[in-house]
């Protein structure tokens, strides 16, 4: 046709850009962005569903526990220890050097000011997510006389500070208030 | 397939032509599987292991069908309802012995095969891409099996299942995210438990396809054989059927009487026995182990208790395990020597031997509590098995002074026969 003004595919440089790269790299970018939007809810099914994210906070009564027990609850499916420290314990936590802790924290910052006796943490241990033992009666409680880990042999001494083994971290302290001197709400 | 002188598929009858033009399945099998397929002359019985994986595979699949009938994946009801399998339905005990020993019996039997594979060195050239997907297949197999082992619900499963995800927590930054993720809620729960029988019913799918494509690479150069040398004339090999379909057949014989030794006499001495003690997430099992297919990795695992510089232990513990099985992917490029078979190589036959009994001795410590002498005897064989494949694998296959090989296999077959033949002077294997 006489009037036709654009280039015939074949007059087109073969080197270099050309008009249809642009349309080939559109093309391919809306489709990852479309392969992509359909993925994701693909991948977030997998996160927790509404119903295990509402898990409710709990209330706790301390008032039974006697210095030196400690009590074990369930607060998200993972087991809380809550231990009333004998004073012999509150002075060997806090006569180690926090310096020298792997994860260096004082027992005044693991507790409630005011409640310094009352250690709350989960029963989780850091390395691989067995729980410690140390909470029950009569339960190994580890060369420092906090926790065992029998899993994979983590020590933690009596403000549950990894002391030995492979943990890398403290025991966690989950957020909690006191409502009263003897009940907490954990959560 | 490779070899020219490969017999050629010929149907006989007007069916068999029939489907040879439009759907050529029984000309593959031929070629694959049967006459079609020339093959070293000389495969001992290390060769058997790969059709003996092949048959576990097959066994899971169908016991593990059949046994998806019958359980349920809630965690209020998944242990009763193996507890169900086990009493109520009609050779449920069987079928689920038959599942649980299999898969012990199937690592068995792939260790062997790796085992093989590694002697005679049928990962290095032309074979690199075959050895890899075994590796793949190797990996798949593992997640399989663990969360196989999470669906009874027991103590181990819950236990297990906590402390296999808890590897990916110790991924920098992400890792807490990565674990939520994969549990579908802060700790092993109902979610977790649907989402892995899903995964457990796919993957041995999935090894499947995989294992079409580890057959169909193992065609194209054909198979190694206890010598390392590669085949040179029709002389050197027979045609798989009838020969190794024969020998398959024997040593598949020898396996099922075996595995069912196990099945009916010891179905749970493989097993762990808190393992028929129900999930309780507020008791931890006191000595957490694996299933014994586990137990040199998890040694691995447990052998870093110190920090390393910035990098805290538990991620070098995890990054170590990973990394003991990602290095075999690397091994035709650590090994360079060009002598395949360890029959020739004096050095590192006596090396071989000295990994294979550090690797069953992390197995042993792999099972132990997580006390002395098992954790510094696991990190005195966990630096050895490091040092084996990134020190001593490449100064060997440096240095080694091997042994003269044969002209061709045939001349290897005759000489250990007595009918001698003068050797000659080392050659790379090609």
Not at chain 2, 36 to 41: C, N, Q, R, S
Not at chain 2, 228 to 236: L, N
Not at chain 2, 257 to 262: C, N
Not at chain 2, 285 to 297: D, S, T
């Amino acid at each position: 046709m006489a009037t036709e003004t654009r280039p015939l595919d074949a007059q087109l440089p073969v080197e270099g850009e050309r008009r249809r790269d642009f349309l080939y790299v559109a093309t391919a970018s809306v489709a990852a962005v479309g392969a992509g939007a359909v993925v994701w809810p693909l991948i977030n099914q997998m996160n927790p569903s509404a119903d295990v994210l509402a898990l409710a906070s709990i209330d706790l009564d301390l008032s039974a526990v006697q210095p030196g027990q400690a009590v074990k609850v369930s607060w998200r499916g993972k087991p809380v220890f809550a231990r009333h420290l004998t004073p012999e314990e509150i002075a060997s936590a806090n006569k180690v050097d926090v310096a020298s802790l792997r994860d260096p924290q004082s027992l005044a910052d693991r507790t409630k000011p005011g409640n310094a006796q009352w250690l709350i943490t989960l029963g989780v241990c850091t390395h691989l997510g067995c729980v410690p033992l140390g909470a029950g009666e009569g339960e190994v409680r580890g060369d420092f006389g906090g926790y065992f880990c029998p899993c994979h042999g983590s020590h933690y001494d009596t403000a549950a500070r990894v002391r030995k083994g492979p943990a890398p971290k403290n025991l966690e302290v989950p957020a909690y208030v006191f409502k009263t001197p003897t009940s907490v709400t954990i959560g | 397939m490779s070899f020219p002188w490969a017999k050629q598929y010929q149907p006989t009858t007007e069916i068999g032509k029939f489907f040879d033009k439009q759907l050529p399945l029984p000309r593959f099998v031929y070629g694959a599987l049967g006459a079609g397929y020339p093959t070293p002359k000389n495969l001992n019985y290390f060769y058997n292991f790969g059709v003996l994986a092949g048959v576990a595979l097959v066994i899971q699949i169908i016991t593990g069908v059949v046994l998806g009938m019958h359980y349920a994946a809630n965690t209020t009801v998944a242990f009763d309802s193996v507890e169900h399998i086990m009493r109520d339905v009609n050779g449920g005990w069987m079928l689920r012995y038959m599942h649980a020993v299999g898969a012990s019996f199937f690592f068995g039997v792939v260790y062997v095969h790796i085992f093989r594979g590694l002697y005679y060195g049928s990962y290095k050239p032309p074979r690199e891409v075959l050895w890899m997907l075994g590796l793949v297949i190797f990996l798949l197999m593992m997640a399989t099996a663990f969360m196989g082992y999470v669906l009874v619900w027991g103590q181990m499963s819950f236990w297990g299942a906590t402390v296999i995800t808890g590897l990916f927590s110790a991924i920098p930054v992400v890792g807490s995210y990565i674990q939520t993720l994969l549990l579908g809620g802060f700790s092993p729960d109902n979610a977790t438990l649907n989402r892995f029988f899903s995964l457990h019913y796919l993957l041995p799918f999935v090894i499947f396809g995989v294992i079409i494509l580890h057959v169909w690479a193992l065609h194209i150069p054909g198979s190694n054989n206890p010598t390392g040398i590669a085949v040179k004339t029709e002389a050197d090999t027979v045609p798989f059927h009838p020969y190794y379909t024969a020998k398959d057949f024997f040593g598949l014989g020898v396996y099922l009487t075996l595995f069912a030794a196990v099945v009916f006499f010891a179905p749970n001495a493989l097993g762990e026995v808190d393992n028929y003690i129900p999930a309780n997430p507020l008791s931890t099992p006191a000595h957490i182990v694996p299933e014994w297919y586990f137990w040199p990795f998890y040694a691995i695992l447990r052998a870093f208790t110190v920090d390393f510089f910035f990098i805290p232990a538990k991620l070098m513990g995890v990054l170590a395990m990973f990394a003991a099985i990602l290095l075999l992917f690397f091994l035709p490029w650590l090994d360079t020597s060009p002598v395949r078979s360890n029959s020739y190589r004096p050095l590192n036959r006596i090396l071989f031997w000295v990994f294979v009994v550090v690797a069953l001795v992390l197995g042993v410590a792999g099972g132990k509590p997580a006390e002395e002498p098992w954790v510094r005897l696991s990190q005195v064989f966990t630096a050895y098995y490091f040092a084996h494949f990134l020190i001593i694998i490449p100064l060997v296959s440096r240095f080694e002074k091997t042994k003269p090989l044969p002209r061709s296999i045939s001349e290897a077959v005759l000489a250990k026969y007595g009918n001698s033949a003068p050797g000659v002077a080392a050659q790379p294997a090609e």
